[in-house]
């Protein structure tokens, strides 16, 4: 199976317009234009890497989870990293057919719990992510 990666555009498009939508709150999520644009190619890149024919991230759960972990953690944007994060994840898993039979509301506290992680705890912190995307991973609901 192709795991199809999100474009820079795509998250502008669709993550972030979402993000704004869904997690309405005091305080707004800036601009899209307000972002760190490195911060953020770098993150929806690295999911995809490989050394030597070696790829990290192997599974669409794998990749899932970096991405979320790293939207959390790098801060590619002024403000709403973690409401874009839990977008952006969910955005990328339905390019890929499939979704997270959650609430956002949970998807929103499994962020705050990156957030407040330790980095030294960050392969723990990914293990425990890829554990909660695959006992919520369901094939996107066709309608």
């Not at 794998?62 to 955005?91: C, E, Q, S, W």
């Amino acid at each position: 199976m192709d795991i199809h990666p999100l474009s820079v555009g795509e998250v502008e498009l669709i993550a972030h317009n979402l993000a704004v939508q869904w997690f309405e709150q005091d305080e707004p999520i800036p601009d899209f234009s307000t972002r760190y644009p490195d911060k953020l190619e770098s993150c929806l890149q690295q999911p995809f890497t490989s050394f030597i024919d070696l790829e990290p991230y192997p599974t669409l759960k794998d990749k899932a989870a970096i991405l979320f972990y790293l939207l959390v953690k790098n801060h590619p944007f002024l403000n709403g990293n973690k409401r874009l994060a839990v977008t952006t994840m969910l955005v990328f898993l339905a390019k890929n057919n499939m979704w997270i039979d959650t609430s956002p509301q949970a998807l929103y506290q499994v962020a705050k719990t990156v957030a407040s992680s330790r980095p030294q705890d960050r392969e723990g912190i990914i293990q425990t992510l890829t554990k909660f995307i695959s006992d919520y991973l369901v094939e996107f609901p066709n309608k």
